[in-house]
């Protein structure tokens, strides 16, 4: 399917590797030029020169980056000193880590907030108007399954997510966006391979003396898919939210996770 959304431009956030990587490959071989995001420069050259030697990738569709953290306004400066209008925004910048709320101090909070709250909030207030303008913009906010099913250790990404979840369910709503074109819908992974998924369970390692085969194992029987997710699931779920067809889904919370969510909604 022609996902209709050929020439348009990424900004797509924490994107050298795992999820958002997945997302920046999907929207490249559809054509659409993207500016990837992440701290670590090496990384983010590399996932630059896969992007561009990607046989999938139409000729013309260009791939920047620019290696900054995106939850300082310092970083996003940069990024919209390179470009201030975006079609497609893919908010990420990693998890959280997992731990015990009693050793949460008040700086941890307002990092995971700031991380997984407050920076998505920023990158939607400097760019869905603009969207709007032009008739056309999609937001997707990768977040995680946590957010329907929290998880006990990952109480930092339980609580800073949900205050994103509830913001968003507003502005999404709201007649300027939606009647302009302009969807925003949250991505909530399940377990994915990625780096963050094998440091999560390295930490399950550490906690029970158990060995990785058997923690990943345990966890895979959680899920009815029976498997981990992969990058290039998620990133094709995520072309498909950005896509010109998706344009009457917004304000949504889409799991993508084997079916391991256990409710009916
Ligand atoms: P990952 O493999 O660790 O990749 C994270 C990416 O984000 C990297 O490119 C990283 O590069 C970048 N990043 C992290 N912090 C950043 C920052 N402050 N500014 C800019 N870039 C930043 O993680 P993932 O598995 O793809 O997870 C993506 C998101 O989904 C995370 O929020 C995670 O909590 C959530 N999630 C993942 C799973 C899963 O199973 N994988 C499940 C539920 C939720 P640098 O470190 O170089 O910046």
């Not at 008739?135 to 800073?160: C, E």
């Not at 999404?172 to 969807?183: D, G």
């Amino acid at each position: 399917m022609d996902m209709g959304i050929a020439g348009k431009w990424a900004l797509v956030c924490g994107a050298s590797k795992g999820l958002g990587f997945g997302c920046a490959q999907a929207l490249v071989r559809e054509g659409v030029h993207v500016l990837v995001v992440a701290r670590g420069a090496e990384a983010l050259e590399a996932a630059v020169e896969k992007l561009i030697a990607d046989p999938l990738r139409p000729k013309d569709t260009a791939v920047q980056h620019v290696a900054v953290d995106i939850t300082t306004a310092e970083g996003r400066e940069k990024v919209f000193a390179v470009r201030r209008e975006w079609d497609i925004v893919v908010t990420n910048a990693g998890g959280p880590p997992p731990g015990d709320f009693r050793e949460w101090t008040r700086e941890a909070w307002l990092k995971a907030v700031d991380a997984n709250m407050l920076t998505p909030i920023e990158l939607m207030k400097a760019t869905v108007d603009g969207m709007a303008a032009r008739g056309f913009g999609r937001v997707v906010n990768i977040t995680s399954s946590a957010v329907k099913a929290p998880i006990d250790i990952l109480g930092l990404s339980n609580g800073a997510r949900s205050g994103l979840t509830g913001f968003v369910a507003g502005l999404a709503r709201t007649a300027k966006l939606a009647s302009a074109n302009v969807t925003i819908n949250n991505l909530l992974p399940g377990a994915f391979d990625t780096d963050r998924l094998k440091a999560t369970m390295e930490g399950a390692v550490k906690k029970t003396g158990k060995s990785m085969d058997e923690i990943a194992d345990a966890r895979r029987k959680t899920i009815p898919a029976a498997r981990f997710g992969t990058s290039d699931e998620f990133g094709a779920t995520c072309a498909f939210l950005c896509s010109a067809h998706a344009s009457y889904i917004t304000g949504q919370n889409v799991l993508i996770d084997g079916g391991a969510y256990p409710g009916t909604y």
